[in-house]
C-alpha cells in the first residue's frame, strides 16, 4: 500500500484502510456525477499524472483534478421552506440560546455585526441570521466566531 512506502515500518490499520476506501467511493461518485466531457478530462489528468516527473507538474495536475471534480453537480429537489414547522422544540430552544449568547458576546466586545464578520471572516448577513435565531450555527461556525472574539466556543454550544 502507499502509506507503507511513504512511512517505512509504519502499518496501516483497519481504521485507515476503512477511511481510504470510504474516500475512494466518494470520489467515485463524484467522477460519475461529472459530464462525460469532464469525466474524460478527468480521466486524462490521472494519466498524466501517472507519468508526471516534477514535483510543480504533480501539484499542477492535482489542482486541475480538484477543479474538474469541485464542477460536479448533485441533483435539485423541491424544498418546503418552512421547516420551521417540522423542528423539535429541544432544537429551537438550542438556537435561541446560542444566538443570544452569540449577541451578548459580540456586544460586550463592543463590536458591530460587520466588524465580527470582518474579523470571523464570515458574512454580516450570516452573524445577522444567527443573532435572530433564524439559522442554525455549524460547529465551523461558532469556532470561527468564538476565535473572533477570543472566547472558548463552549461558551456558545453548552451541548
Known amino acids: ?50 507519468t508526471a516527473v516534477a514535483d510543480e507538474d504533480r501539484l499542477a495536475i492535482g489542482r486541475a483534478i480538484r477543479e474538474v471534480l469541485g464542477g460536479a453537480t448533485g441533483s435539485v429537489q423541491k424544498m418546503d421552506l418552512d421547516t420551521d414547522k417540522k423542528k423539535p422544540q429541544g432544537y429551537k430552544n438550542w438556537v435561541k440560546v446560542v444566538s443570544k449568547r452569540v449577541g451578548d458576546a459580540r456586544k460586550k466586545a463592543k463590536l458591530t455585526q460587520d466588524q465580527l464578520a470582518a474579523k470571523s471572516g464570515l458574512p454580516q448577513s450570516h452573524i445577522s441570521r444567527i443573532e435572530g435565531a433564524k439559522l442554525s450555527p455549524s460547529n465551523a461556525t461558532l469556532e470561527k466566531i ?8 463552549d461558551h456558545f454550544d453548552f451541548s
Open 1 to 50: 500500500m502507499a502509506t507503507a512506502e511513504i512511512s517505512p515500518g509504519v502499518q496501516p490499520t483497519r481504521r485507515d484502510n476503512d477511511t481510504v476506501a470510504l474516500a475512494i467511493t466518494v470520489i467515485m461518485d463524484r467522477i460519475m456525477q461529472l459530464p462525460a466531457a469532464d469525466r474524460a478530462d478527468f480521466w486524462a489528468l490521472v494519466l498524466e499524472l501517472h
Open 146 to 153: 468564538a476565535a473572533a472574539l477570543n472566547l472558548p466556543i
